[in-house]
């Protein structure tokens, strides 16, 4: 062949395998059925009234700040220590199910059990005093237990949501119609909780508090944990790992060469650094309303489903480092007018303007959930595609939690530092709604207010550098589709040769 023909023969070779390339980003891989399991494993994730979990704590099984300070800082020490060796035993993991799928199982029960336990501790250990010594000894044992199974479940979880399929735009379909469906349903333990809590706090229903707490985190666990053992089974992984394990030594250092992960773990890592009551504290104890989220959130539960429309638009037009920035700041410029709003003449104890005040706040948020919900989610599995461009293998495992560890880390001391907080601005723990002093109902209101923007506004800045993205991003999928076919491949004719091995001693 001619020099020519040699180079229109290349040309086309390369035309064919783009071609292919393409017909694989459209394919769907995964049907309905393990869909719905997708979707329900999301729900599962959120059907929880661990909205409450900080009030139930304080003021229903009664464990005293001092002590929850201790708890908090040593389980998220123990925390940082078990993801990196429950990382290291995930990513050697090999079997004929997948990498992980045998970790989500085997956690399913345990999880169901542990949840059930966590809810029915004010029968349990709620009855003794706040510092008694056994009481105390239980809770933190059991914290420990609790973060050694969720730290486990969530390495699973997450690496199983980055293989469940290699088409980036199937797994975008999934993400979002995942968020946009579970939120007809994950929402409603706690819309129907903080209704109860006020029906109970105002005298409308006669039923102990505790065993309101009891019977709904009970049900929720079972719910939630019957959806998550469904999709366990259901789901199924279809990008291949390196039949070679990667050691643990070069698994560190891809992280370290993983330019799109760093940036998002310092970003991150510095949004850690916002500290906060939450709004639970101020929306009972200052406002007595428990019931303020659901009422606020009326109009931004009819906007959010409309704002996922428009996120493949906003994807085309926008870059991610745009869409990031954006999703993830708004919320905290938004807040920013509502602290205005309730400083002045003190109408932060006034319902008739912080509902308004909140409303409006929660309303133009809503309309970029889709972007918030979707982008962030998508980076981290795009960060992993990426280690695996970069290192040739994959470590789902490792890679999500080094991105956890350094937020962690500070999120240990920022709980730590929250109980002291309000142990300073005087909260009086189990006082209720009207049993605070004014200084210490506008501590509540800062609190979850400016506080959290204030301490976390750095993390906007790495998120400027993000250039994984357009032309590179394209160009990193091409070339991982043609050498995961190769590895495909590989498998093919490994599992050729052992079918004819087995033949022979036949």
């Known amino acids: 062949m001619s020099e020519a023909e040699n180079v229109a023969a290349a040309r086309l070779e390369e035309e064919v395998e783009t071609a292919r390339a393409k017909a694989a980003m459209n394919r769907r891989y995964v049907g309905t059925k393990e869909t719905a399991a997708y979707i329900m494993y999301d729900i599962a994730q959120s ?16 464990i005293g ?12 020490i123990w925390d940082i220590i078990n993801d990196m ?12 199910w997948g990498k992980f799928k045998p970790w989500l199982i085997i956690y399913a029960i345990p999880g169901v059990m542990l949840s059930i336990f966590y809810w029915t ?6 009855t003794r005093a706040q510092y008694d010594i056994g009481k105390l000894a239980i809770y933190l044992i059991f914290s420990l237990v609790q973060n050694l199974a969720g ?7 997450t690496g199983s949501l980055a ?10 379909r999934l993400i979002t119609e995942a968020n946009l469906l579970s939120g007809f349903v994950e929402k409603a333990p706690e819309i129907i909780m903080g209704l109860l809590i006020d029906l109970v706090n105002h005298g409308k229903i006669n039923i102990k508090m505790k065993s309101l707490y009891v019977s709904a985190g009970t049900f929720c666990s079972v719910v939630s944990g019957l959806f998550a053992i469904y999709f366990a089974f259901v789901s199924k992984e279809r990008v291949n790992q390196t039949i070679d394990k990667p050691s643990i030594k070069a698994s560190f250092k891809s992280i370290f060469t993983n330019k799109p992960l760093l940036l998002i773990t310092l970003s991150e890592f510095l949004g850690a650094f916002s500290i906060g009551s939450g709004v639970n504290y101020y929306y009972i104890n200052v406002l007595g309303l428990a019931t303020m989220s659901t009422i606020v959130g009326i109009p931004g539960a009819i906007v959010s489903p409309i704002s996922y429309s428009y996120v493949p638009w906003a994807r085309k037009r926008f870059s991610t480092k745009t869409l990031w920035i954006f999703g993830s700041h708004i919320s905290d410029f938004l807040m920013i007018g509502v602290f205005a709003i309730g400083s002045i003449n003190k109408n932060y104890k006034r319902l008739s303007v912080m509902i308004p005040a909140f409303m409006l706040r929660e309303t133009i948020w809503m309309f970029f959930w889709g972007i918030r919900s979707v982008i962030p989610e998508e980076m981290r599995n795009e960060s992993i595609d990426y280690g695996e461009w970069k290192n040739g293998y994959r470590n789902e495992g490792l890679t999500g939690v080094a991105k956890e560890i350094p937020r962690k880390l500070i999120n240990t001391f920022g709980a730590t530092i929250k109980t002291i907080i309000l142990d300073r601005v005087g909260y009086v723990e189990g006082a209720g709604f009207g049993g605070q002093t004014e200084k210490t109902e506008y501590s509540l209101f800062w609190m979850c207010t400016i506080l959290p923007v204030i301490t976390g506004i750095l993390s906007i800045i790495p998120k400027c550098f993000y250039d994984l ?3 590179k991003r394209d160009r990193m999928y091409r070339e991982l589709h043609e050498r995961r076919k190769a590895r495909e491949d590989q498998y093919d004719a490994l599992a050729n040769e052992n079918a004819a091995q087995a033949a022979n001693t036949q």
Do not use: C, H
Not at 47 to 62: A, C, H, L, R, S
Not at 65 to 76: A, N, R, Y
Not at 121 to 126: A, E, Q, R
């Open 47 to 62: 059907f929880n009234i661990n909205k409450y979990g900080d009030i139930f704590i304080t003021d229903i099984v009664k």
């Open 65 to 76: 700040l001092k002590f929850q300070s201790i708890v908090s800082f040593v389980v998220g």
């Open 85 to 96: 060796f429950l990382a290291a035993i995930v990513d050697k993991t090999r079997t004929r």
């Open 121 to 126: 501790m004010p029968l349990t250990i709620g």
């Open 151 to 157: 730290s486990m479940s969530a390495i699973a979880r």
């Open 163 to 172: 293989t469940i399929t290699p088409n980036i735009i199937d797994r975008t």
């Open 469 to 471: 993205t357009n032309e």
